[in-house]
């Protein structure tokens, strides 16, 4: 359950309602909304933004879906490894490629799969630090419109993984929509379950 009250869409004004609402038929995401509508212009602005995004597929799905699981398996975010896991599949991959992501050790990635992989794999852990030559082949698969749009959402990405776990939002049933995602898989193909949500702090963040 969140660490803040769960607000209804009727808490906000009519315009932001009809975000908020929309928003929850997008995919599981009440918990989020619900949240995020204490603050209603992230709520408006985020989620409005999400779906015109979706909506007007300025990347190859794929290829977002891609990044967003890479980027939280490697934060350990289980609400949005569940979440967009089942969005990859239906983009063309297997459940068992899925479930080794950020590893694309599988015949089911092909060179851009990868590519997009070790880009996501470079926004989240060395930003900083990323060298031309993988702007250099992102180009030869990429406008620059959409390597815009790519680094965006991977790192959305990052912050939807730290704003869910920090603030606990999962309706408690992201841990079984991820088991049966993955149950049609034999035991050496699933993965290692991912880290429990809650760091060893006490209630002010220090550390026990």
């Known amino acids: 359950m969140p660490r803040v009250t769960a607000l209804p869409s009727s808490a906000l004004p009519p315009a ?17 909304a619900a949240v995020l509508a204490h603050v209603p212009p992230a709520l408006d602005h985020l989620c409005r933004m999400l779906m015109e995004l979706k909506a007007r597929r300025g990347v190859n799905w794929r290829y977002i879906e891609l990044a967003i699981v890479v980027v939280s398996q490697l934060n350990a ?4 490894v569940a979440s967009h896991s089942p969005v990859l599949a239906v983009e063309g991959l297997p459940p068992d490629a899925i479930a080794r992501l950020p590893n694309t050790d599988h015949p089911a990635f092909d060179e851009v799969d990868r590519l997009v992989v070790e880009y996501a794999t470079l926004v989240t852990q060395n930003s900083g630090r990323i060298r031309n030559n993988v702007f250099e082949r992102l180009r030869r698969h990429f406008s620059e419109a959409e390597i815009v749009e790519l680094t965006l959402r991977t790192a959305l990405a990052g912050f939807y993984n730290r704003f869910n776990d920090a603030l606990q939002i999962d309706d408690g049933s ?35």
Request: charged share 20%; proline share 18%; net charge negative.
């Open 174 to 208: 992201a841990e079984a929509r991820l088991a049966a995602f993955l149950s049609p898989l034999p035991p050496e193909d699933s993965p290692p379950p991912l880290p429990p949500r809650n760091s060893p702090t006490d209630d002010n963040g220090d550390l026990r």
């Open 77 to 80: 975010c289980t609400y949005c």
């Open 16 to 32: 932001i309602a009809e975000v908020y609402d929309q928003f929850v038929s997008y995919g599981p995401f009440q918990d989020q």
